[in-house]
T-cell receptor, first 110, second 112 residues
């Protein structure tokens, strides 16, 4: 039972490059979420999706793009990475009122 | 965005001691969740609470859904070294229940 997987786990990229973080869940949960976690800010919601082809902005969506063509995948793209996007990114999925997190991707933008 | 007030922010205890932490909100919640996060990992769901007054245990962990529906408590009994980590509360508010609201976390350190 793999649950939620994220790839890559670690990524270093340069300012201005496009980066895509992958998220895959094996449970067929309808809702999926992307968060970033930074010291002093806790977990902040970037985007979420209620189902395939339905996405909505969270608290900090600027500079990010999401898509959800299949229920099990929810990739997050940084169109032109900036140093302020250096963070740990967590994907999550939800069934009912229970939300489960992936292991995270640590992204460094140099 | 809305945040939960979680306290204490950090705790330094001796192995074997009991631990208590809590989360409060100014608005009503219909679900409380407690997570633990180890370094370099994602938050792991420990306990879920659905009704006011509910008391739920998971091994040495016990959590309660406050009667006012604006708070929740987590207790850890007889702490052991593997309890070290950051504990987060989270909840679904009555309004806007699609998105979880998080506390800032309680960092637990245990001296053996």
């Amino acid at each position: 039972d793999a649950g939620i997987t994220q790839s890559p786990r670690y990524k270093i990229t340069e300012t201005g490059r496009q980066v895509t973080l992958m998220c895959h869940q094996t449970w067929s949960h309808s809702y999926m979420f992307w968060y970033r976690q930074d010291l002093g800010h806790g977990l902040r919601l970037i985007y979420y999706s209620a189902a395939a082809d339905i996405t909505d902005k969270g608290e900090v969506p600027d500079g990010y793009v999401v898509s959800r063509s299949k229920t099990e995948n929810f990739p997050l793209t940084l169109e032109s990475a900036t140093r302020s996007q250096t963070s740990v990114y967590f994907c999550a999925s939800r069934t009912g009122r229970l939300q489960y997190f992936g292991p995270g991707t640590r992204l460094t933008v140099t | 965005g809305q945040q939960l007030n979680q306290s204490p922010q950090s705790m330094f205890i001796q192995e074997g001691e009991d631990v208590s932490m809590n989360c409060t909100s100014s608005s009503i919640f219909n679900t409380w969740l407690w997570y633990k996060q180890d370094p370099g990992e994602g938050p792991v769901l420990l306990i879920a609470l659905y009704k006011a007054g509910e008391l739920t245990s998971n091994g040495r962990l016990t959590a309660q859904f406050g009667i006012t529906r604006k708070d929740s408590f987590l207790n850890i009994s007889a702490s052991i070294p593997s309890d070290v980590g950051i504990y987060f509360c989270a909840g679904h508010p009555l309004q806007g229940a699609q998105k979880l609201v998080f506390g800032q976390g309680t960092r637990l350190t245990i001296n053996p």
